[in-house]
């Protein structure tokens, strides 16, 4: 097993890999910019280095990354998610420099990478995909030749896209044409690959991803499902497991499509495959994750696997720790993204000073930060600032659960996304179970919270006017 592993990366995804090395007897290693010097992943880890003043650069840098790694005498490197993480380029530059990486070989990150390359190969296994393009579209007409063969409305994607970027959807081919330069040169921009497809626009779906691990030794299992339905702009805010929508054969059925699809890949470490569920209750494979997720907390308190060790396991070269049949799964998990933003303002990012912070507690809650009081949340990087992870063993109880932690937790100095999670688990449709990746958009209203937040906001005004009557 690894004596030292360097962590590729920040905020509260370093913390987790930190925590899962000292669990294992592992030393970590923390990297970090100018801005991030107080960083809590900063704290956590055993040891720590400067990447320089830049505040992105030193992250995206895969050579200076690795020779740290070699100099400071690690055995491995864990990549987290978002930055380099999903970088063939990494995985190779560490396996020529002696350094493992954790997570699936260069070939597997590059193919799945790519969405075209993914369909392809996911076709080939016999996994529905989404109908559209089998290549990238060279031009706006070819755009609307596929579009037109599929039916509009559709998506243009970026076959590089990620984090929810790169996604435009067109309801007609005056639409496509008007859309088509500026994706293409915002996914060269964002991406640094130009390529754009088509694919079939589902129409109200669900969100459902599947977790899968496999080993070196050809050992595959996955560990259930994720509903990922409440996002905005496409990009997750809620995720639940197991998902609350699926029937049991819904739920074996989309879960040995992932085995297979990891198979197809010759996959081994941590993956998600994500796929779309339609209204007439078809699955389509979506794209391949080849790293860690940020809602993988959900898929650990519903499972008791601690994903991110049975990585550093898998990687080190020994077998999974577990079976298939060994893996049971037990109530119900929600996971809140607490990003620093106004959702009252559009979502507007909110930076500054954490004048105070209580992280919630009790009976199944689980709390994975990158803040602390005192700590100057830094405008550079993705606004996620704490995940709340709550667990029971009914719907009913977790959502009761959700939100008395809610409650519970606080954050002052910045905005979050609080106030408005309180108002989506006081949704009916949430609380019944049925919602699709339309549903944020589809309930402006809940964002406008203004009795949730009058109390503070209330106090803050009594304070300040009794403060200028002193004054006087
Ligand atoms: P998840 O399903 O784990 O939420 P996301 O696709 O939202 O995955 O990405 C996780 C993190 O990585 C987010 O912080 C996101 O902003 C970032 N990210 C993902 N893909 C990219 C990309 N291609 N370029 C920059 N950031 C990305
Ligand atoms: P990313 O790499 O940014 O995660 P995905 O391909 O996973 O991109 O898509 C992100 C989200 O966009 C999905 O979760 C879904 O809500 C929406 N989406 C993507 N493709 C389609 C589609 N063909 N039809 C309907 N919604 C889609
Ligand atoms: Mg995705």
């Known amino acids: ?36 010097r107080h960083a809590l992943h900063v704290k956590k880890a055993d040891e720590a280095y400067h990447l320089g003043p830049d505040p992105v650069g030193g ?8 020779d740290l790694a070699v100099s400071a005498g690690c055995q491995a490197l864990h990549p987290g998610y978002g930055f ?85 959807r067109c309801e007609t081919e005056a639409d496509l044409r008007g859309a088509w330069d500026r994706v293409v040169s915002e996914a060269g921009k964002a991406f640094g690959v130009a390529d754009v497809y088509v694919e079939k626009c589902i129409d109200r779906p669900r ?24 996002q905005r702009r496409h990009q997750k805010l809620v995720e639940i497991a197991p998902s609350p929508q699926l029937s049991e054969v819904q739920r074996t059925t989309v879960c040995e499509l992932a085995i297979q699809a990891a198979r197809a890949a010759n996959y081994y470490n941590a993956g998600t495959v994500e796929f779309l569920l339609s209204q007439e209750g078809e699955f389509y494979f979506m794209e391949m994750n080849t790293r860690l997720q940020v809602e993988h907390t959900v898929t650990e308190q519903i499972t008791g696997i601690d994903i991110v060790q049975e990585q550093i396991r898998v990687a080190a070269g020994e ?26 303002n559009d ?3 909110s930076h500054g000073r954490i004048t ?27 606004s996620l600032c704490a995940k709340l992870t709550v667990w029971a063993l009914s719907w009913d109880q977790v959502l009761a659960r959700g939100q008395r932690a809610l409650n519970d937790f606080g954050v002052y100095g910045v905005r979050t996304t609080i106030p408005y999670y309180l108002q989506i688990l006081q949704a ?25 937040r009058s109390r503070v906001q209330l106090a803050a005004a009594v304070a300040a006017a009794l403060a200028a009557y002193h004054r006087l």
Do not use: W
């Open 428 to 452: 009916p449709e949430f609380r019944n179970g049925r919602f699709d990746t339309g549903f944020v958009e589809d309930h402006p209203e809940l964002t406008q919270y203004t009795l949730a």
């Open 1 to 36: 097993m690894f004596q030292k592993i360097l962590i590729a990366n920040r905020s509260e995804v370093a913390v987790r890999i930190a925590r899962a090395c000292a669990e294992m007897g592992i030393k970590s290693v923390a990297v970090y910019s100018d801005p991030d």
């Open 319 to 344: 077998p999974l720790s577990f079976r298939q049949a060994d893996v049971r799964r037990r109530g119900y998990a929600i996971q809140f993204r607490i990003n620093a933003e106004d959702p009252a």
């Open 59 to 66: 992250y995206l840098n895969v050579h200076r990354l690795v």
């Open 347 to 349: 979502f507007l990012p």
């Open 207 to 230: 969100h459902i991803e599947v977790q899968i691990l496999a080993d070196q030794e050809g050992n595959y299992v996955h560990l259930f499902e994720r509903d990922c339905s409440i």
């Open 84 to 168: 380099l993480s999903e970088n063939p380029l990494l995985a190779e530059v560490c396996q020529r420099r002696g350094i493992t990486f954790i997570g699936p070989d260069a070939e597997s990150i590059r193919s799945m990478g790519n969405k075209i390359v993914a369909r392809r190969t996911m076709q080939a296994a016999g996994i529905p995909v989404v109908p559209g393009a089998d290549d990238p579209v060279p031009d706006a007409d070819s755009a609307a030749a596929t579009a037109t063969r599929v039916g509009y409305p559709v998506m243009l994607k970026a076959t590089a896209g990620g984090g929810g970027r790169g996604i435009r």
């Open 356 to 382: 105070r912070y209580y992280s919630a507690g009790g009976p199944g809650v689980r709390t994975d930060a990158a803040i602390y009081t005192g700590y100057e949340f830094p405008p550079y990087y993705d």
